[in-house]
């Protein structure tokens, strides 16, 4: 059973990924501090006021620059922000952050090379700041230069040995190199740091899972669960384990749990069938199936399975239905069970 699953709406995913500078300190009295207040209470249109007021009593005030360009871009204007960015780095070209927030901003447009440019001036003006490595580390990683990429966060960790988003990037791209020690070592001391998130656990739990340590896996997944009990993604690939192992009792209850904290993904109900119907529990696989079928009426999987539970039931006719719906649907059929539901049903 397939283990990688996304990672969404985590306390930590945020910093994962995608860095930008935060909102700056230089600030001068006025707009501008009443700006920031809004910004950090995710009022960035009032931000957007306060910092054009604040821009306009003083057209050399970069920070003003800087950070409406920030709120911009958390409106999704990315255009109005770059243009903001460059108006800051113009009258201070030496404005390091600037570069860096652009570099961002290009980046979700999808201009890579004017971002790495400016990670690129950004580190050739501050060495130490770790963010550009971070941010310029992840578009060499995407770009599949993971020797490059692992360089980068390696000088981010080397410049804040404490830089938890480095050591997990570095995680990543080891684990992309296969080099599975190597990506141990950084999780572990990303958890040092940072023991209360689950997110690291799980991360961790992947690289056992990969080393084949299931053992380790499960223990990593049990303490993302014991510090978030609504922790689908731990419930996921734990149950996925327990399969794995034949432990389908203890499958079923991960994946009972994972239904109860979303019950409208048909793929929750289809992967607690395919536990039941291992246990030879056919009703109650039918039921799941059944389920999936009415959240997703497409779901060739389910059609499929379903039709394993009735022939475990003996209800052949039913069976042949769902093989027929099935195939019209254009999923596929394993031509064994086929020919096992011929014999079994005359037909």
């Not at 871009?73 to 243009?83: C, E, Q, R």
């Not at 079923?252 to 239904?259: E, V």
């Amino acid at each position: 059973m397939e283990y990688c699953f996304g990672l969404k709406k985590l306390t930590l995913a945020a910093m994962l990924f995608l860095i930008i500078s935060s909102v700056y300190a230089q600030t001068v009295k006025g707009p501008n501090d009443l700006g920031l207040t809004y910004m950090k209470q995710g009022n960035f249109k009032e931000a957007v006021a306060e910092f054009t007021k604040a821009i306009e009593a003083d057209h050399k005030n970069a920070s003003g620059y800087a950070n409406r360009a920030l709120a911009l871009a958390k409106l999704g204007n990315l255009t109005d922000a770059i243009s903001d960015s460059t108006q800051a780095i113009e009258i201070d070209p030496k404005d390091f952050k600037a570069y860096t927030d652009r570099g961002q901003f290009y980046v979700k447009q999808g201009n890579l090379t004017a971002a790495l440019s400016d990670y690129n001036e950004a580190i050739k003006i501050n060495p130490k700041f770790a963010a550009a490595y971070n941010n310029r580390g992840i578009i060499y990683y995407n770009q599949g230069k993971i020797t490059d990429a692992i360089s980068d966060y390696s000088k981010a960790v080397e410049v804040y040995p404490k830089d938890v988003i480095a050591l997990v990037n570095r995680g990543k791209a080891y684990v992309k190199q296969g080099n599975f020690d190597a990506a141990l070592m950084d999780y572990n001391k990303a958890i040092e740091f940072f023991p209360k998130e689950g997110i690291l656990y799980r991360k961790r739990g992947l690289v056992y899972i990969k080393k084949r340590d299931l053992s380790a896996a499960i223990a990593d997944y049990n303490k993302a669960i014991e510090l978030n009990s609504k922790d689908s993604v731990a419930y996921y690939i734990r149950g996925s384990i327990y399969y794995d192992q034949q432990n389908f009792i203890q499958a079923i209850s991960d994946f009972t749990q994972l239904i109860a904290i979303n019950s409208k993904d048909a793929k929750n109900y289809m992967i607690r069938a395919l536990s039941y119907l291992r246990e030879i529990k056919p009703n109650e696989a039918i039921a799941d199936l059944t389920k999936a079928l009415d959240l997703n009426p497409n779901y060739t999987k389910a059609y499929y399975n379903r039709a394993v539970g009735y022939y475990q039931l003996k209800q052949y006719d039913k069976a042949w239905a769902d093989v027929r719906k099935t195939q019209e649907l254009g999923g596929t059929v394993n031509p064994g069970f086929i020919e096992a539901l011929k014999t079994a049903s005359g037909k």
